[in-house]
């Protein structure tokens, strides 16, 4: 009894910062760390338990990462139904799709401001409430109009989330498992693509119910998640730090006292009173001062210039388009429509698989480290996506032009006919011969030359013969050899984006900054990120016709290289660091972690020393 006394007298003692904790013996409440006494050779345990509060922090903030993957890819399996039901335009269907993009920018346009203003928590509450209105508004819509403002209505919910969640979790996670946590509340976002797949699915069975209410089931369906997320923040607390940086130092003390242990909770809360007191305004600043600020401030400058940076090159890497267009991708590279849609549940899968090993990988592994193997990995399976489109392109059925003069009389095989969305392939079929193939204006939906109007080069030779069929092709060639190497290389290069790119420089941006500009900074960040994305969005159809895909994957890959090369020069490593001490990291202009023995006694001597 006495020896459990001593023990428990010792506990804070022992209870220490260090670079090397080993986590090869992960339980869900238990953190192994160990250290070397500079004073002697024996080597002591701290077994570091989370408690069960933060845990429910991270589900809660769990719930907001599935409602925003959930929200995004839900239109590849509703928009079919949606488009039959309405009757819906071209312009309508780009309409649908783009403005939960459009309110996504906004949202987090101004979640740096509420957030500094109002608080973590309230907006977190407000997200939620977002997130339900939304999928009210749409599961009810009367109108395409309707169904298009519930859309902006959760962006902006999305826009608030992807600000504040990963910010939230950050302030009150400890140091030791902070990535872990903010990391694994992302995982959920790949549960949400897989969710809106599969649901979509289910509920497409049934054709007239699908026409008629399934597609209202499919968008209502997110009012679960979004009730579930309210529900569990009335039980979870604000961040202490906004507390502290707000003045309100007893709350703070109060916060603390929850979600860490008694021996913890006094000096992290000195911590954070210093880093209030040594900022020359210790309160949030607006938009406005922020900007002032930060001119005048270098290293919270160059971290802004990192974090934007970061996610300006995950957007611009292509991944919105292989996640979101994936049924588009394997239908070009030869399967049915059909099969597509189907096959489109296995990169999402690999997605949401991906992220859990991610998840176990950070504390394992470090940010820059993911980074590395993520950022080539991506590189790599881009590259032979695109190599499979080239080959396919190459090898594909050879075709005339049918005019002189038109947007398809360039094209002489089926692969590059068919990359336009103008141009149609049309050949005689006999058995598994084809031949007489020509490249024409018209796609499936525009039917300028439809079955019966088909014509082919050399016909008269044909036209005899009725074993001889004739059939047109949009969307992919006959016959495509390599239609399998597209589907490894989509999930593959799923799986490398999940493991790192995807998460990761959300991660690095609520690390980087002082509190004073974590708000602001993590919104700036995000608002790249999302306009990054409606760019590729926006631009992938137009380039697509303009270069093919063998080019356009090719920039994607070498946008991914690049990020590998920022990582290596210009990020350094913020694992386990003090939220108050990383900053310290962009003192100096220029900075390069070469040397990981170098980084963990820096690391030390900045969370010891403080």
């Given amino acids: ?342 096959l489109a549940i296995v990169p999402a899968f690999a997605n949401f698989a991906a992220k859990f090993v991610g998840s176990l990988l950070l504390g394992r592994m470090g940010r820059r480290n993911l980074y590395f193997v993520s950022s080539l990995g991506a590189t790599l399976f881009l590259l032979l996506l695109g190599a499979s489109f080239y080959i396919n392109n190459r090898d594909s059925p050879a075709a005339v032009a049918k005019s002189t003069s038109g947007p398809c009389d360039d094209y002489h095989n089926c692969g590059n006919c068919v990359t336009n969305s103008r141009c149609g392939f049309c050949a005689a079929i006999n058995g598994s011969v084809i031949s007489n193939g020509t490249c024409s204006e018209g796609n499936a939906r525009h039917d300028i030359y439809n079955f019966q109007t088909c014509v082919l080069s050399g016909s008269d030779t044909i036209s005899t013969n009725s074993s001889i069929k004739t059939r047109w092709y949009f969307d992919h060639c006959p016959d495509n050899n390599f239609a399998s190497l597209a589907i490894v290389s989509t999930c593959m290069y799923v799986v490398f984006f999940a493991v790192g790119l995807a998460p990761l420089p959300w991660v690095i941006n609520t690390e980087i900054y002082p509190t004073w500009a974590r708000g602001n900074a993590v919104s700036i960040g995000s608002v790249f990120s999302w306009l990054c994305s409606l760019l590729v969005s926006l631009t992938f159809p137009i380039l697509v016709d303009v270069t093919g895909q063998p080019l356009i994957f090719g920039i994607y890959a070498i946008v991914s290289f690049i990020g590998f090369l920022f990582m290596l020069f210009l990020v350094p490593d913020t694992k386990e660091i003090d939220l108050e001490n990383t900053e310290k990291f962009f003192q100096r202009l220029y900075f390069l972690t070469w040397c990981s023995d170098t980084e963990a006694k820096k690391i030390d001597e900045l969370n010891t020393n403080s």
Avoid at 6 to 28: G, K, M
Avoid at 236 to 261: C, G, M, Q, S, Y
Avoid at 310 to 328: C, E, K, Q
């Fill in 1 to 342: 009894m006495e020896d459990s006394i001593a023990i428990s007298r010792e506990l804070p003692q022992l209870y220490v910062s260090s670079s090397r904790r080993s986590f090869a013996e992960d339980t869900p409440l238990l953190e192994k760390s160990s250290e070397v006494s500079e004073d002697s050779s024996a080597t002591g345990a701290t077994y570091r338990m989370v408690k069960p509060l933060v845990y429910g922090i991270v589900a809660t903030s769990a719930m907001g990462s599935f409602l925003w993957g959930y929200n995004l890819s839900v239109m590849a399996g509703a928009l079919l139904l949606i488009n039959y039901h309405f009757h819906t335009s071209a312009l309508w269907q780009g309409i649908i799709v783009s403005i939960m993009i459009g309110g996504a920018v906004l949202g987090a346009a101004t979640a740096g401001v509420l957030n500094d203003k109002l608080g973590r928590w309230k907006v977190m509450m407000l997200s939620a409430l977002l997130f339900a209105a939304s999928a009210i508004v749409m599961a009810l819509s009367p109108s395409v109009g309707c169904l298009s403002a519930g859309r902006a209505i959760g962006g902006s919910g999305i826009g608030l989330f992807t600000v504040t969640g990963p910010v939230y979790v950050a302030e009150l996670a400890p140091n030791h498992i902070r990535g872990k946590f903010v990391f694994f509340s992302y995982v959920l976002t790949g549960g949400g693509v897989l969710a809106s797949a599969v649901i979509a699915g289910v509920f497409s069975i049934d054709a007239d119910f699908a026409y008629s209410y399934g597609w209202r089931c499919i968008l209502g369906f997110a009012i679960i998640p979004a009730a579930i997320m309210f529900i569990g923040l009335w039980f979870i607390p604000e961040t202490p730090r906004w507390l502290v940086f707000h003045n309100k130092v007893d709350k703070a003390r109060k916060v603390l006292k929850r979600v860490r242990h008694r021996w913890e909770v006094e000096d992290e809360l000195a911590k954070i009173t210093e880093a209030r007191d040594s900022s020359t305004q210790g309160d949030s600043v607006n938009i406005f001062q922020f900007i002032k600020r930060i001119v005048k401030d270098k290293a919270v400058l160059y971290a802004l210039f990192v974090g934007c940076s970061l996610h300006i090159l995950r957007s611009l890497g292509g991944a919105v388009i292989v996640l979101n267009y994936s049924a588009t991708i394997f239908n070009k590279a030869g399967f049915s429509q059909k099969q597509s849609i189907w």
